[in-house]
């Protein structure tokens, strides 16, 4: 099994900024790309940002130049800097992380809880 916690979410002011954290334990040979979603009340959930363990960032265009993502693998955390949050924004953010477990190399694609982020105008 592998385990993803978010933190960091909360109520911010338009134009403000959060950083979300979540962290992968559990049995994890490597993890290949970790990601951030979002869903908004009554949305489908969508793609905000990926990196891959090489350091490739793919981000969303409603959030490029405003969240930056990034990785620490040694201690298989991901992070999601966003500044200039705008009340769009508002959504609980999920974390994903795709790798392989090592056991029998099995692949793994595991969630978190979410987070709520939100942005007040």
């Known amino acids: 099994q592998v385990q993803l916690v978010e933190s960091g979410g909360g109520l911010v002011q338009a134009g403000g900024s959060l950083r979300l954290s979540c962290a992968a334990s559990?049995?994890?040979?490597?993890?290949?790309?970790m990601g951030w979603y979002r869903q908004a009340p009554g949305k489908q959930r969508e793609l905000v940002a990926t990196?891959?363990?090489?350091?490739?960032?793919n981000y969303a265009d409603p959030v490029n130049s405003r969240f930056t993502i990034s990785r620490d693998n040694a201690k298989n955390t991901v992070y999601l800097q966003m500044n200039s949050l705008k009340p769009e924004d508002t959504a609980v953010y999920y974390c994903?992380?795709?790798?392989?477990?090592?056991?029998?190399?099995?692949?793994?694609?595991?969630w978190g809880h979410g987070t709520q982020v939100s942005v007040s105008s």
């Open positions: 559990g049995d994890i040979l490597t993890i290949n790309t």
């Open positions: 994903n992380a795709v790798g392989y477990r090592s056991v029998i190399w099995s692949p793994f694609n595991s």
């Open positions: 990196i891959t363990s090489g350091g490739s960032t």
